[in-house]
Structures are given as structure tokens and as C-alpha cells.
């Protein structure tokens, strides 16, 4: 028996045991589906693309809506690896909008302002180059400047410049606007998951107990009291008990179906599925926010982007100078320029959100242009209005979720999107880039607004920043209380981006990551634990 069993090795995850296990008098469990991050991939940034792409991550079919068209069989990934999504994204560290948070607030999750939130992303960072009242420099999470920068990316910030933009050195300064070039989570060459920068350290502390490969297939409760979780081994199914409480942090996807296939959601819902109730909770897997990209692609007039690595000899290179000092391409993240800027529609703070990547197909790991060089422009709308749902459709705890995400729903998110294209597009124009691209290879249509419109739809794809799914809040549709308890239940919480009431203006990572830093306040104060040292706020 343990005193916490943690569901979900990932980013707040290993958040939440490193920092209970901080406290020797309690016995902490963190389970995790996948493997252990062994995967050189997970580590070397450049080769983040790899990990999306095996058996890292698991794929789940989603269901398409009269309004979006997009890729014929569409699927939502979510990491299945020790870390989580840090251990396989693009490693872009940013916060969102202060605003963002003040708005959980007005959707009920009180405590959760960006003046209550700020100190806990100050506590988790180790920035190498801000220390301010908005940056933490001691922090387990390294947050650093790029160590290698291709020179498209730094023409395409220079291109921003030149449509309007002004450059930003800070996009988690509070002021999101502008453009510029990311902070990422690495250092000295090698990603920056949770699973390294706080598990591994826990890792040698008697109280946590690490187990990998491990399938929770249900919350086990006796009555309304979550008492310990049934997980599926090589061996077999076993019980494991915990005599506090049982955390579910395994993302938005996953922890409503976790929670649905143990009788936590929807009553009516679950019958139909077969699963007996144990609390109705409507809200469990509605109000699913995620965000939703288009790509621009150029192909360039010679080998000026990372492309031309896909070439044997230029790997070698590239190796070599990794071997020998730590340094050059194959420390890169890939998406390295950035841009936050307003749509007509939205004139008090940016909604949409550009990404370049100096290659065409880095994330995929093919060519798409002729030739094989290219660039990528991916323009994200940060705050949809299209909101979608999870649901089961059978107790069995092995059946994918049934995910809907209806996107472009709204024609709001249409017409911002669309907007987004047509200034992408103005981006790549300027003269000081426009000189090394050869053509547009997509959407590699006219301008008219019939024509982007019909791109949109038919291209745009998921960002996989999925959250809400159990948010926080008193309403008839929120799951959890501020202090993320689940509602109706005992000894049962939520602790990832799941619980967030609105999507934030960015990447979510580090929200996830702040969540499980903030989270574990809650849990050690609600238990009676020993505090932390320089405890935030």
C-alpha cells in the first residue's frame, strides 16, 4: 500500500512525485503505461519529430465534423513515455496570456490567477538568461535560448519585422505580442523532459516507487471513496491500494476516459456503456479546447534549410560536431521563430500564433517539396470557440475514447484562420526572405477569401494542445474544485491540463508542468505535509 498513487508518468506527473516524495514521511506510486524515456531520440532535440511517430505515443481515431474536412483519418496523439509530452515535443517553452488565467478565474477556479500561477512558473524554471520578477533561475526545469539557430530562422524574424511585427526578446514576459525566437526546454544539448529535470533526481529517494509498462485499467472505490487502481502487467492484473489519495494525471484525453470507465462521468452516459455508476458528473470529458493549425510551405532555391541533414553526408557532419562539442544542428528544436499577432476580429490581445521551421516536412520526416528543401509556416489560432467532447462507448478499459473535437466549428475560428493565412502569407513576402524562396508549394492557391477558406478546411490540422476536459470550477459541467478534488468523490483528484476551463494562448506544456508544481501545494496542504522549502506565493 502507498500513500499516493500518481496515474501518468507525464508532464505533471513526475511534476507531482518528485515534489510529495520531497516529504520522507509518505510512500508515493508513479505509474506510467510506457516505457521508460531510454529512446536516444527523446534526447538529442533535433530528432523530436521520431518520437511522434513510434511507440512513444499512442493514436486515437477522432471523429470529424459537417465543417472540418481535413486529413482523411484523423487521430489524436498523446505521449505514452515517461515525461510525457516533454519527452516528445518541440521543447517551446511559453506560458500563454496573463489574461488567459484571469479567465479561469471568471469561469470559476478561483486561486488560479496569473498572480496566483506566476509563482509557481517562477519555482519550476532555471532560466539562463532572465532573472526577474516574471523568471526563476533555480528551478529544476531548464528553460534556455536556442543553442543553434538556423539562419532561415533568423531571416523569417527579420521578414516579421518587416510586415509590422515588432520583435519580442520575451514572449513570457506578460506582453506576448511581436516576434521573435524561443525560449525552449533544454541545456547543453539535450532536452529538458520532466522525467529528467525532476524525476530522475527523485529517483534515488526510498519513498517513490517507479512502475513503467503498466496499464491502470480502472479507479477502484468503495463507495464514493477511491481507495487504490487495478493495473494490467506482462504478468497479469493486480490491486494497488492507496490510503490517501489516488491522482489521475494522465492528460485530457486519457483522464476522462480513465474516470468515465470507472464511473465517474455521465450517468446516463456510462449505462449505456455498461459501467456502473459511482458519481454522476456530467461534465467529465466535455468542454475538450484544443488548437488547430494550417502550414504554409515554400520551397527554397537551394540547401538553406535543415532539410539538406536528410542527406548521409550532412548527418555525418552534424554528428560529428555533436560528438565532439555538444553544439550545431543537431541541438536544434527545429521550430525555432515565432510570432503572436491580432486578427481584425480580436483587438485587444493576439489570437493567433506562427511557428517556422527552416524544412518542409521536419515534423514528419519526409520531403513535400520538390527537391526536398523547403519551410514550413505554421499559423495557430490560440483561442478557439469550437468545443468538443470525450466520451466511452464500452466498459472496456482497453477501447479507444470516442473524441470530437469540432473543430472549425465556429465560424469565428474559420474566419481567424483565414486571416492568419493571409498574413503568413505576407510574412513570407517581405523582401528579405522572399529572395530565397523559389514558390509557394502550399496552399499554392489564389488569394480570393473562397480559396483560403477552402484550404482551411481541408488542411488545417490538429495542434494536439488538447485541455478542459475536467475543468476546474462549481458550475454543473466542472469536475474539480481549486483545490482539484474531483467533486462527489473522496481520495480522487485530477492533476494535468485537463482541468484548465479555457485553453491558454500558446503551447501548453509548461501550463501542465505549472499545474503539477501548483497541484502539489494543494495535496501536501490539504494532507498535512510537511510545506516545501520556498514554498511559492
Known amino acids: 500500500m502507498f500513500d499516493f498513487v500518481i496515474v501518468g508518468g507525464g508532464s505533471a506527473g513526475c511534476v507531482l512525485a518528485a515534489r510529495l516524495t520531497e516529504d520522507p514521511s509518505v510512500s508515493v506510486l508513479l505509474v506510467e503505461e510506457g516505457p521508460r524515456d531510454w529512446s536516444p531520440w527523446i534526447h538529442l532535440p533535433v530528432t ?92 529544476p526545469l531548464p528553460v534556455s535560448d536556442q543553442t543553434f539557430t538556423h539562419p532561415m530562422s533568423k531571416i523569417w524574424v527579420q521578414a516579421c519585422q518587416q510586415a509590422g511585427l515588432d520583435y519580442n526578446p520575451d514572449f513570457n514576459s506578460g506582453d506576448q505580442e511581436g516576434c521573435g525566437l524561443y525560449q525552449i526546454n533544454a541545456r547543453n544539448g539535450r532536452r529538458g523532459s520532466t522525467s529528467v529535470s525532476y524525476l530522475a533526481p527523485a529517483r534515488r529517494r526510498p519513498n517513490l516507487k517507479l512502475m513503467t509498462g503498466t496499464r491502470v485499467v480502472r479507479i477502484l472505490f468503495e463507495g464514493t471513496r477511491a481507495v487504490g487502481v487495478e493495473v494490467q502487467r506482462k504478468a497479469g492484473r493486480a490491486t494497488i491500494r492507496a490510503s490517501r489519495e489516488v491522482i489521475v494525471s494522465s492528460g485530457a484525453i486519457n483522464t476522462p476516459r480513465l474516470l468515465m470507465i470507472s464511473g465517474v462521468g455521465d450517468a446516463e452516459m456510462m449505462r449505456r456503456a455498461g459501467i456502473p455508476v459511482v458519481q454522476h458528473l456530467p461534465g467529465v470529458g466535455q468542454n475538450l479546447q484544443d488548437h488547430i493549425e494550417v502550414s504554409i510551405i515554400h520551397e527554397v532555391n537551394g540547401p538553406f534549410s535543415y532539410d539538406k541533414y536528410k542527406q548521409p553526408h550532412w548527418q ?25 499577432f491580432r486578427s481584425s476580429l480580436n483587438e485587444d490581445r493576439p489570437d493567433l500564433q506562427c511557428c517556422f521551421m527552416p524544412g518542409a516536412g521536419v515534423e514528419e520526416g519526409v520531403d513535400t517539396v520538390p527537391g526536398g528543401n523547403g519551410t514550413t509556416l505554421n499559423i495557430c489560432q490560440t483561442r478557439p470557440r469550437s468545443v468538443g467532447r470525450i466520451t466511452v462507448s464500452s466498459a472496456d478499459p482497453f477501447a479507444a475514447p470516442v473524441i ?18 493571409e498574413f503568413g502569407r505576407e510574412i513570407m513576402s517581405q523582401p528579405v526572405i522572399a529572395k530565397h524562396l523559389r514558390r509557394e508549394y502550399a496552399p499554392a492557391c489564389g488569394k480570393s477569401k473562397d480559396d483560403v477558406l477552402a484550404y482551411v478546411r481541408k488542411q488545417a490540422h490538429a495542434a494536439l494542445h488538447p485541455m478542459g476536459t475536467c475543468k476546474i470550477g462549481k458550475d454543473e459541467l466542472a469536475v474539480v474544485d481549486t483545490h482539484l478534488r474531483v467533486h462527489g468523490v473522496q481520495g480522487l483528484r485530477v492533476c494535468d491540463n485537463s482541468v484548465g476551463p479555457n485553453l491558454v494562448s500558446s503551447n501548453t506544456n509548461a501550463v501542465a508542468i505549472m499545474i503539477g508544481e501548483k497541484g502539489a501545494d494543494h495535496i501536501r496542504h490539504d494532507n498535512g505535509m510537511r510545506p516545501f522549502q520556498n514554498r511559492a506565493g
Open 316 to 340: 555525418i557532419a552534424a554528428g560529428l560536431e555533436y560528438l565532439f562539442f555538444k553544439k550545431g544542428p543537431c541541438t536544434a528544436n527545429v521550430v525555432e521563430g515565432g510570432a503572436f
Open 404 to 421: 470530437q473535437p469540432n473543430y472549425l466549428q465556429q465560424d469565428y475560428d474559420v474566419r481567424v484562420m483565414c486571416e492568419g493565412i
Open 48 to 139: 523530436y519529430y521520431k518520437t511522434g511517430q513510434g511507440k512513444l505515443v499512442s493514436r486515437y481515431p477522432w471523429k470529424t465534423s459537417p465543417e472540418y474536412v481535413g486529413a482523411p483519418n484523423p487521430t489524436m496523439v498523446q505521449a505514452r513515455v515517461l515525461g510525457g509530452g516533454s519527452s516528445v515535443n518541440a521543447m517551446v517553452y511559453l506560458r500563454g496570456q496573463p489574461r488567459d488565467y484571469d479567465q479561469w478565474v471568471e469561469a470559476g477556479a478561483e486561486g488560479w490567477g496569473w498572480d496566483e500561477v506566476l509563482p509557481y512558473y517562477k519555482r519550476c524554471e532555471s532560466n539562463d538568461r532572465f532573472a526577474n520578477e516574471l523568471h526563476g533561475t533555480d528551478g
